[in-house]
C-alpha cells in the first residue's frame, strides 16, 4: 500500500527533516509505502528567499545588492548540501518537484491515500494564507485522506480563512494533530480531530541513537541551539552566559550561518543531521527556542531548558505539559542557578504512555485509509 505525504521540509531544519525520515520509518512499520510530496512553497523557492533577503536589506547600491544575492545563494546551497542531501539518502520523494498548488492539482502523484504530515502544514500565517497544497485538495476524488500529527501553531482562524479551512478539513477520513489547543479549536468548528504526539517521538530514544554520529565534543557543554529573535521572559545569550557562569561549562551553539557565530566558545555550522541528534544527545545540558531540540533533549534523555519565542509556543508547551516538564520553561534570569538535572524515569512513563496512546490515534487513522490488518 503507498501513502502519498505532503509536508513541510522547504524551510530547510533540521526538526523538518527529522519529523519527515520518522513519518516514513513509522508507515513502514505497518507495511505502507511512503512517497513525500516535493513541494516548494512559492515563497520559499531560492529566488523568493533571496528576494526578501534584498528588500528587507538597508543597502540600496546595485553592487552591495550583488554581494547580498550571491552570499545568499551559497547559503541556500550550503543548507541544501547537508539537509536536502539527507531526504535524498534516508527518504522517498516524489519524481516531480511543485511549486504550486495548480502543479499539483493538475498532476497529482499516484497512491492508495493521501496525508497531511506534521509540522506547521496548517499555519496560513508561514504559508502566506490558506495553502490548499497541505489540505490534499490535489488529492483524487475517492482516495482516502488523513492528517498525522499536523499542527496551526496558533489557537484561532480568521474568520477570511476559517468557512474554508472548516470545508478543506471535512474531506478527512481522520485528522490528528499536535496540540491540544488545535484539537480544541477543530472541534469547536465541528471537526473531529485527536491530539497525538509529534512523529519524531513516536520513535523511541534506542531508534534515534542508531542515527545518531559518534560523540562530537568530549568535555561536559552547553548546547545552544537559537532559531528566533525575540522571545519571552529573558534574553536569550544573557541567559547563555549566566548558565556558563554557574556551571563552568563551556558553551557549544548550533546555528545555520558563519554570520551567525560567536557568544560561544565552539560553533558547529551547518552540521549533518546525524550530527545535530549527537550534539543534543550528548550534551550536559541543552538551552533552545525550539520544538524540535526540546522533544529530541525529552526523548534522548537530555536535560534542557527553553527560552519560548515570542510567538507560537503551543506546540513546545504541550510537550512540555505532557511530560510534565514545565519547569524547564526559562521564567527569569534566576534560574540559571537553580539545578538542571531531570528525572528522566518518570518522564519516560509519561511519554510512553503518550506514545501509546498516540500510536492507536495512528493505527486507527491507517485503518481509514485502508491499510489492511489493523486491529482498531
Keep these: 500500500m503507498k501513502a502519498s505525504v505532503i509536508t513541510i521540509f522547504d ?21 505502507v509505502e511512503t512517497e513525500f510530496v516535493d513541494y516548494i512553497r512559492p515563497h520559499m523557492t531560492d529566488e523568493a528567499k533571496i528576494e526578501q533577503r534584498l528588500q528587507s536589506s538597508k543597502y540600496k547600491n546595485p ?4 554581494l547580498i544575492r550571491l552570499q545568499k545563494q551559497r547559503t541556500l546551497n550550503a543548507e541544501k548540501k547537508v ?19 495548480e502543479e499539483l492539482y493538475q498532476n497529482p502523484p499516484d497512491a ?19 495553502d490548499r497544497s497541505f489540505f490534499l485538495d490535489f488529492a483524487p476524488e475517492g482516495k482516502p485522506r488523513i492528517a498525522l500529527s499536523s499542527s ?62 559518534p560523540r562530537m565534543v568530549l568535555e561536559p557543554y552547553i548546547l545552544v541551539y537559537k532559531l528566533h529573535k525575540g522571545h519571552k521572559n529573558v534574553d536569550f ?42 550534539l543534543i544527545r550528548y550534551a550536559t545540558i541543552v538551552i533552545s527556542d525550539s520544538f524540535h531540540a526540546t522533544s529530541f533533549s525529552i ?19 504541550n510537550i512540555l505539559e505532557i511530560t510534565d516538564l514545565k519547569k524547564s520553561i526559562v521564567q527569569s534570569m534566576n534560574q ?22 498516540s500510536i492507536q490515534e495512528v493505527e486507527k487513522a491507517l485503518h481509514k485509509a485502508g491499510v489492511k490488518g489493523i486491529a482498531v
Design 11 to 31: 524551510n530547510n531544519n533540521y526538526g523538518s527533516m527529522l519529523q519527515t525520515y520518522a513519518t516514513q520509518t513509522l508507515f513502514s512499520k505497518y507495511g
Design 63 to 66: 553592487f552591495f545588492l550583488w
Design 83 to 101: 539537509l536536502r542531501a539527507f531526504l535524498s539518502e534516508n527518504v522517498r520523494l516524489s519524481p516531480l518537484t511543485y511549486h504550486s498548488f
Design 112 to 130: 492508495d491515500f493521501y496525508c497531511t504530515g506534521s509540522d506547521q502544514t496548517w499555519n496560513s500565517f508561514w504559508n502566506q494564507g490558506v
Design 152 to 213: 496551526m501553531g496558533k489557537t484561532e482562524m480568521s474568520d477570511g480563512e476559517k468557512d474554508e479551512m472548516v470545508q478543506l478539513w471535512n474531506r478527512y477520513q481522520y485528522i490528528t494533530v499536535r496540540e491540544k489547543s488545535a484539537e480544541e479549536l477543530l472541534r469547536s468548528n465541528g471537526i473531529e480531530a485527536h491530539t497525538i504526539l509529534d512523529p519524531t517521538l513516536l520513535l523511541t530514544k534506542n531508534e534515534w541513537e542508531k542515527l545518531a554520529s
Design 237 to 278: 545569550d544573557d541567559y547563555v552566559d549566566c548558565v556558563k557562569k554557574v556551571t563552568g561549562m563551556k558553551v557549544v551553539k548550533l546555528c545555520f550561518q558563519k554570520q551567525d557565530r560567536g557568544h560561544a566558545d565552539k560553533d558547529f555550522v551547518l552540521p549533518k543531521v546525524v550530527d545535530f541528534l549527537s
Design 299 to 317: 526523548n534522548l534523555h537530555t536535560n534542557f531548558e527553553v527560552i519560548l519565542p515570542d510567538a507560537f509556543t503551543t506546540r513546545i508547551e
Design 336 to 357: 540559571a542557578a537553580e539545578s538542571k538535572d531531570i528525572n528522566y524515569d518518570e518522564v519516560e512513563k509519561r511519554l510512553n504512555e503518550a506514545r501509546k496512546l
